[in-house]
Nanobody, 119 residues
């Protein structure tokens, strides 16, 4: 599986951004897709997860503000992370990744995309 991430950028507090992550290759092995983020000087943390069946899990810091949606094209495996009401503490490099059948850890990873929220 290969991942292509896009989106991110600079936004003011309260603004919105959308990240996308497209998977290609053996997408039938994907159990779930997830986004992590890593702020400067901090550990990488899980942000949100969506299973292939459509179940979503949002971590507490982003609940009510972030939403995962899917591309309804049948020939793609693309998910979007819509980020609303952004806060300065959301500033981080965001990474998408997948949980593959038969694997005990997330991976591979998409390239990181920088989200900067200015106050």
């Amino acid at each position: 599986v290969q991942l292509q991430a896009s989106g991110g950028g600079l936004v003011q507090v309260g603004g919105s951004l959308r990240l996308s992550c497209s998977a290609s290759g053996s997408i039938s092995t994907i159990n779930a897709m997830a986004w992590f983020r890593q702020a400067p000087g901090k550990r990488r943390e899980l942000v949100a997860t969506v299973t292939t069946a459509g179940r979503t899990i949002y971590e507490d810091p982003v609940k009510g503000r972030f939403t995962i949606s899917k591309d309804n094209s049948n020939d793609t495996y693309t998910r979007y992370l819509q980020m609303n009401n952004l806060k300065p503490e959301d500033t981080a490099v965001y990474y998408c990744t997948v949980d593959l059948r038969g694997s005990d850890r997330f991976g591979p990873w998409g390239q990181g995309t920088l989200v900067t929220v200015s106050s």
